[in-house]
């Protein structure tokens, strides 16, 4: 019985090969997406996963009160680390560590940039970070030693095998013994660095980390069995103003389970969203763009439900049962089904690296995984039984008196599902087309935003070396190349949301307001080499380094101190005990949250050996290679023990919105991929209609019906549907954008037009289908047809 099942189903395929075609490759083309979609959740959702102590490893946050908001962060005190350990318990383990640091390595005639973080030796008990060479209890004991990651080993020694007591000079300074190698990170793990150094000599060369007062490190908090961290953060709360009088901080411990997926917080509370948003959309995709392709498979097998009436009813006057012909024709759909899975799994093979240049991953497929391959036939079955189903049942309903006497099938129910099925994958799709726009039209809005700065033109370079002692001679070599109009230094990047406080009061200040201002160290040439605009006052000089005299603020804080121009008026830094005059104000600009109000900012002279940063402009319309090769010859001369190396600072720019372009550019694939899918079951519906009114069609074209005219009778039923897809999709694709923009504070308004486009598009998309069968029915001989029937 089986195998005569098999042979039915080989025959059926066969003999309808441009249907079995449309079945299959559409179901394919479904598998494979959702198995691109989970690959790509499975990443996500695994974070950290490496780390065998994930459920006890946090790290502290502060929650800051301002005066309209609560600011969260993660930098804590020098001090915290070890007085947390000493006075609370429950606390098993705790590791500060630096942000991160790249600097020089070299070793004979190769040199490379790295990148690291200083850390307590702590960090390798902590995380899981297996060693390949070196023991983790013996390392980071002298000052000048490191541990790397065999990357990193490769790079610096190649193919040596034990690099252990090697020496390598960082940035042309100090030879730092390896005292260990680590396995590389996995690229779904927070940390990520090239080199670990010793936290100790880093924390004593840095005089303002020793103290209550200033937030410059990481502390990684690991938890004692059964200990929950509510309790211990109780404890936390109060911790900062015992240690600081006077402190607005509160400390808490954030888990390492939802470092990741769920890292946004509003008002001081964690607010469950983060990326586990878009695990969470990209998952439903996956299961609207399976379900789209099951329609196609109910649509098709329905539609074709004539060819088999005559099987049936054969099948049924020689005793087979309607459990049987379920049975069948079900066994049939996941047949169709697992051969679909098992051509998904060659599209995912093949790509597979395609989609990892488009998510940034490094994604396997993992075939070789029981559960991969598991999650593949389970995903079948579920598709098979799905599109197979409504089919079965109505198939299998059929009266053998009827089909055998060749009485035409009733139609009507089967009718209104297929019609009901097109609708719902065209409301889908144009949904889907909706949303892309929309996410599309956003982020260019918020990329076009005036940001208060000309970021186009500029590179920034780590002020490596002799940058800063020999700034002014660099400065003029590259203003002497032609190409450069403007070169700046500056203390933290442009786009960083760092380094502020609220310690700075004026004379207006209200008593208890707390205003968090940002600090910028930079050089007189910084406003120009930016373009930013000076409202007010002169520009910041070198004499203003002494003492920090004379400072620029940005127009916000001028109003926040008061009416009037804020020059001559006197700001004091309550930390270090300094008084500085407003000399002038520029404009507010932009950075760190793109979305939002950036903070006020106060402008400091810097002195040079403070630099990190060196920002040059280059005139406009001036050729990039060009431009690059002149100053990398600056660079060679003047900074020879350096390798060039720079970035442009609109690319730095445009990483701010990587959440925000994958679900752009996942969204276009996967809006496509919809069209496509629904388009094949389309056509195959059109071929079917025009096919079984064959007659119909060679009759109007005797009696005089144009082509045109028969091409309108066929296509005028899909259109319909069409246009009740539309009238569906607008108030869902509204709904769901309202909401998904509502989370940004700079955002666009959604316009009328953009519902329309997506309708119309569709309906377009639809009639290209259409046309094509409905055409060749019309043109075709209605004397043959005719005769035929």
């Known amino acids: 019985m089986l195998r005569n099942y098999i042979k039915t189903a080989f025959r059926s395929l066969l003999k309808n090969k441009t249907y079995s075609f449309l079945n299959i490759f559409g179901l394919a083309i479904g598998i494979a997406c959702a198995a691109f979609i989970f690959l790509w959740v499975e990443n996500e959702v695994s974070f950290d996963s490496v780390h065998q102590k994930k459920d006890r490893l946090f790290i502290a946050k502060e929650n800051q ?19 947390i350990k000493a006075e609370v318990p429950g606390i098993a383990n705790v590791c500060r560590t630096s942000e991160d640091q790249s600097f020089l390595f070299s070793k004979g005639d190769k040199a490379f940039y790295a990148t690291g973080i200083y850390a307590e030796t702590s960090l390798f008990s902590m995380f899981t970070m297996p060693f390949v060479q070196g023991n983790a209890s013996r390392v980071l004991t002298q000052p000048h030693s490191m541990v790397i990651t065999e990357s990193a080993a490769k790079k610096f ?50 005089p303002w980390l020793q103290g209550w007062g200033n937030n410059s490190l990481h502390t990684y908090v690991e938890l004692k069995p059964g200990v929950s961290p509510e ?25 390492m389970k939802d470092w990741h997926l769920r890292d946004v917080f509003k008002d001081g509370k964690q607010t469950g969203e983060g990326r586990i948003q878009n695990v969470r959309l990209f998952s439903v995709i996956a299961w609207i763009i399976l379900l789209i392709a099951c329609i196609n498979f109910m649509n098709l097998a329905t539609a074709r439900s004539e060819k088999r009436a005559r099987e049936v009813g054969v099948r049924k006057v020689l005793g087979a049962g309607k459990k049987m012909l379920i049975a069948q024709f079900i066994g049939e759909a996941l047949f169709m089904a697992l051969l679909s899975a098992a051509i998904a799994v060659l599209i995912v093979l093949l790509l597979l690296p395609a989609f990892n240049l488009l998510v940034e991953k490094q994604l396997t497929a993992g ?4 559960l991969h391959i598991t999650a593949v036939l389970l995903v079948a079955v579920v598709c098979g039984l799905i599109a197979g189903s409504y089919p079965s049942l109505y198939l299998s309903s059929f009266n053998p008196v009827s089909v055998l006497k060749g009485i035409k099938l009733k139609d009507g129910s089967a009718a209104f599902v297929r019609k009901g099925l097109v609708v719902t994958q065209f409301t889908i799709s ?45 400065q003029q070599d590259m203003l002497n190349t032609g190409y450069v109009d403007h070169v700046a230094l500056a203390d933290h990047p442009t786009l960083y949301d760092g380094n502020n406080t609220s310690s700075y009061t004026w004379e207006a200040k209200p008593a208890g307001s707390v205003v968090l201002i940002s600090r910028r160290y930079v050089t007189p040439e910084f406003m120009s080499t930016l373009h930013m605009k000076l409202l007010e006052g002169r520009n910041l000089t070198i004499a203003d380094t002494t003492n920090e005299s004379g400072i620029v603020i940005t127009q916000s804080l001028e109003k926040l ?29 932009v950075y760190g949250n793109m979305y939002g109000k950036s903070d006020p900012v106060v402008f400091l002279s810097l002195p040079l050996d403070h630099a990190n940063y060196m920002y040059i402009h280059f ?124 989370s940004y504070r700079y955002r666009i308004d959604m316009q009328w037009w953009v ?17 094509f069968q409905s055409i060749k029915a019309a043109i075709a001989n209605p004397v043959k047809s005719l005769r035929n029937e």
């Not at 101190?561 to 104000?585: C, D, F, L, P, Q």
């Not at 028969?710 to 009238?727: A, E, H, N, W, Y």
């Open 755 to 771: 519902f329309g486009m997506a309708g119309l598009a569709a309906i377009i998309i639809a009639l290209v289908t259409i046309s």
């Open 65 to 83: 009160q301002y005066v309209d908001h609560v600011f969260t962060h993660s930098s804590t005190p020098g001090l915290f680390g070890p007085a």
């Open 157 to 206: 020694f190649g193919s040596q095998a034990n690099v252990v007591g090697q020496t390598i000079k960082v940035d042309n300074k100090q030879d730092y013994v390896i005292e260990g190698v680590v396995k590389d990170n996995p690229a779904n793990s927070t940390f990520q660095f090239e080199w670990v150094m010793p936290f100790q000599p880093f924390f004593d060369a840095s």
């Open 619 to 742: 005139k406009p319309g001036s050729d990039v290679e060009k431009v690059v090769a002149s100053i990398q010859s600056v660079m060679k001369k003047d900074n020879p023990a350096f390798p060039f190396n720079y970035r442009f600072l609109d690319t730095e720019f445009n990483k701010l919105f990587t959440g925000e372009m994958l679900v752009s550019k996942l969204s276009r694939v996967f809006a496509t991929l919809a069209i496509i899918i629904s388009c094949l079951g389309l056509f195959g519906l059109a071929a079917y209609t025009a096919e079984r009114r064959t007659k119909e069609i060679g009759i109007r074209k005797v009696l005089g019906a144009s082509v045109s005219g028969i091409t309108g009778l066929l296509s005028k039923d899909f259109l319909q549907l069409v246009i009740v897809s539309c009238v569906l999709a607008f108030p869902v694709a509204y709904y769901m954008m309202h909401n998904w923009l509502s």
């Open 430 to 474: 144009i949904v889907l087309i909706i949303c892309t726009i929309i996410v599309y039209q956003q982020i260019q809005h918020v990329k076009s935003r005036q940001l208060g700065f000309n970021r186009n033109n500029l590179i920034e370079m780590d002020a490596q070396g002799n940058i800063s002692n020999d700034f002014a001679r660099i």
């Open 367 to 370: 075939f070789n995984n029981p």
């Open 231 to 255: 309790t211990v953060n109780k404890q936390l709360y109060n911790f900062l103003p015992k240690k600081l009088p006077g402190a607005i901080s509160h400390v808490f411990l954030f888990g």
């Open 561 to 589: 101190m008061g009416k009037g121009s804020a020059i001559g008026k006197v700001i004091r830094h309550e930390g270090n005990k300094t008084a500085s005059t407003v000399v002038g104000v520029v404009n507010d600009y």
